[in-house]
């Protein structure tokens, strides 16, 4: 049982567009979301998060939205660079009582090509 | 030098022997945790410790064990190797105060025959 989806395995992407790349999840207990970059032969490196309370968070090239409703969230990299290739995992956390904190649920990935 | 770092980064092993996975931190986290990638499955928690004493299966914990040595040190071990888990290993390490932010090292791929 896949609680933390993203369908898309792959996106292309041309160099100053916007990437979307979209997750989906079922257990209504996660409150803490985080998106995460992989290179090749590199572990995955934290790029943004959000927590259940708010809908948007910024950082810099990088967005995340957050749909409760919907149990959907999305992060959005605009402008795209050709540096931003990579695999992105999606990742959710039930923080509640405060023990379950890296006990993350990730989805598949999505393999990210931005093309100059 | 990496704030966490595993050992070996490949090893080719037969089905049926016993494989440590060994990782130590220079980040001075309390919390360590052991992580699996698949392809199409993403990763998945095998084992966490969030102290020394304490040791807490994860996801995926059948057919593994672990010890935390020290506070900077988490080993993760395969007692009698199968092909199914033949896969890339990466242990990380979290701030208790920082929530969810995990640092990876840069994995150990194993593969069994």
């Known amino acids: 049982d896949q609680q933390v989806k993203q369908n898309s395995p792959s996106l292309s992407v041309q160099e100053g567009r916007i990437s979307i790349l979209n997750c989906d999840y079922t257990n209504s207990m996660f409150d803490y979301f985080l998106w995460y970059k992989k290179y090749p032969a590199e572990g995955p490196t934290f790029l943004i998060s959000?927590?259940?309370?708010?809908d948007k968070n910024e950082d810099g090239r990088f967005t995340v939205f957050l749909n409760k409703s919907a149990k959907h969230l999305s992060l959005h990299i605009v402008p795209s660079q050709p540096g931003d290739s990579a695999v992105y995992f999606c990742?959710?956390?039930?923080?509640?009582?405060?023990?379950?904190?890296?006990?993350?649920?990730f989805g598949q990935g999505t393999i990210l090509t931005v093309h100059p | 030098d990496a704030d966490v770092t595993q050992t070996p980064r490949n090893r080719i092993t037969k089905t049926g022997k016993r494989i440590m996975l060994e990782c130590s931190q220079t980040?001075?986290?309390?919390?360590m945790y052991w992580y699996r990638q698949d392809p199409g499955l993403g990763l998945r928690l095998i084992y966490y410790?969030?102290?020394?004493?304490?040791?807490n299966k994860g996801e995926i914990s059948d057919g593994y064990s672990v010890s935390r040595q020290a506070q900077a040190k988490f080993s993760l071990s395969l007692e009698s190797a199968i092909p199914n888990q033949t896969a890339l290993y990466f242990c990380a390490t979290s701030d208790s105060d920082i929530t969810g932010e995990l640092f990876f090292g840069e994995g150990s791929r194993l593969t069994v025959l």
């Open positions: 959000i927590s259940s309370i708010k």
């Open positions: 990742a959710a956390s039930a923080n509640a009582g405060g023990t379950s904190y890296g006990k993350l649920t």
């Open positions: 410790s969030f102290d020394v004493k304490d040791i």
């Open positions: 980040k001075g986290h309390d919390r």
